[in-house]
């Protein structure tokens, strides 16, 4: 236990820039408040003392904003950035080294008793906002943007916006010629859709006039 925690705290001091120091981060982050309290409710639940799981995992919502039911399974090095509005459902599966910003939701997207949350292989990062829903997998060293709602699997080294989500970069290469990406400069694809429709309304207007110039009937 004292291996995780140290381990734990390294890793908010790695990750934050915010974080000045291990007394200041035992002190302060709820990412890791909530985790570590997540971990004793994951093992009540696992031996099925479901309801006293349930009191820890509503209290520590209370006291730190972010809900992990305690069914879910939290691997090693999770960040959780702020946290504040962020909810882990019950068959969620976390991998190592995965990092979570506020208002965050991996969900379900229906009443199935069985499977229904995704599953964040390692490596991954979800920016503020996203929600992710149902029975899916986002696969190694992807990026979610901001915001972005995602519905299906997501492959590998892939960088992935929009509502519904897709996929705009893939294993460095650009698709579809996105830009290139980072965590603070992501698509903006209904901007670009509405560009998108000012060009084609340019172009008509021109076909127009050069119709009505050259005396043409429309």
Not at 3 to 19: C, F, G, Q
Request: glycine share 10%; aromatic share 4%.
């Amino acid at each position: 236990m004292l291996s995780r925690i140290k381990e734990d705290v390294n890793m908010v001091l790695e990750m934050d820039p915010a974080a000045k120091n291990r007394m200041e981060v035992l002190a302060t982050s709820s990412g890791l408040h909530a985790i570590w309290s997540h971990l004793i409710a994951h093992k009540l639940y696992k031996r099925n003392f479901t309801t006293s799981a349930r009191i820890i995992s509503q209290l520590t919502r209370f006291l730190t904003g972010i809900e992990i039911h305690p069914g879910a399974e939290v691997g090693r090095r999770l960040f959780i950035d702020h946290g504040m509005g962020t909810v882990i459902g019950e068959t969620c599966r976390i991998g190592n080294n995965v990092t979570i910003y506020q208002g965050v939701t991996l969900g379900g997207t229906g009443k199935e008793e069985q499977k229904r949350h995704p599953d964040i292989d390692d490596n991954v990062l979800i920016a503020a906002g996203a929600k992710v829903l149902g029975n899916i997998r986002i696969h190694e060293n992807s990026k979610i943007g901001a915001n972005s709602v995602v519905l299906k699997d997501i492959p590998r080294d892939s960088t992935v916006v929009g509502i519904p989500g897709y996929v705009v970069k893939q294993a460095g290469e650009k698709v579809k010629n996105a830009r290139d990406l980072n965590h603070a400069d992501l698509p903006d694809p209904i901007l670009d859709m509405i560009l998108g429709l000012e060009d084609e309304i340019k172009d008509f207007r021109n076909e127009v006039r050069n119709e009505v110039e050259n005396g043409s009937h429309i």
